[in-house]
C-alpha cells in the first residue's frame, strides 16, 4: 500500500490531499497437480486479478452473499469456505480447482 501527502503552500491556504489507499489481499493457491494460482482481491475496486499459467486476468468482483465471485466476458472465479475455482466460461473447462480438507480446516488440495 502507497500513502502520499501533497502539501502546496501559497501565503493564504495550505492544501492537504490524501491519496486513496486500496485494500488488496493477496493469495497464493497450490493444486494437487502443483499448479499454483495467484489471486489478489482489491476491495476498493471491486477486482480480482488473477495470475495462471504466466497469464493475467482481470476479473470484476460480483455481489456474493459469501465468499467471493469475479467474473469478465470469458472467465469466472469462485471462492467458499470450501473451494475455489477459475474456470473458463464459453467452452465451460476448469482451469483450476481446489476442495477444503477436512484434516485442518485449510483450503488444500484434494
Known amino acids: ?22 485494500k488488496i489481499t493477496k493469495n497464493v493457491f497450490t493444486d494437487r497437480y502443483g499448479d499454483k494460482m495467484e489471486v489478489a482481491i482489491n476491495s476498493t475496486k ?6 495462471l499459467y504466466g497469464k493475467r486476468h ?3 468482483q460480483n455481489k456474493t452473499t ?3 465471485s469475479a467474473s469478465n466476458d470469458t472467465y469466472e472465479y469462485t471462492k467458499t469456505a470450501n473451494e475455489v475455482t477459475f474456470l ?21 488440495p484434494h
Open 1 to 22: 500500500m502507497i500513502c502520499s501527502l501533497v502539501a502546496c503552500n501559497s501565503p493564504e491556504t495550505t492544501k492537504k490531499t490524501l491519496l486513496n489507499i486500496d
Open 46 to 51: 471491486k477486482i480480482v486479478d488473477i495470475s
Open 88 to 108: 473458463k466460461k464459453d467452452i465451460d473447462v476448469v482451469l483450476f480447482h481446489l476442495i477444503k480438507s477436512t484434516e485442518n480446516g485449510k483450503i488444500m
Open 66 to 68: 459469501s465468499g467471493v
Open 58 to 60: 482481470t476479473l470484476k
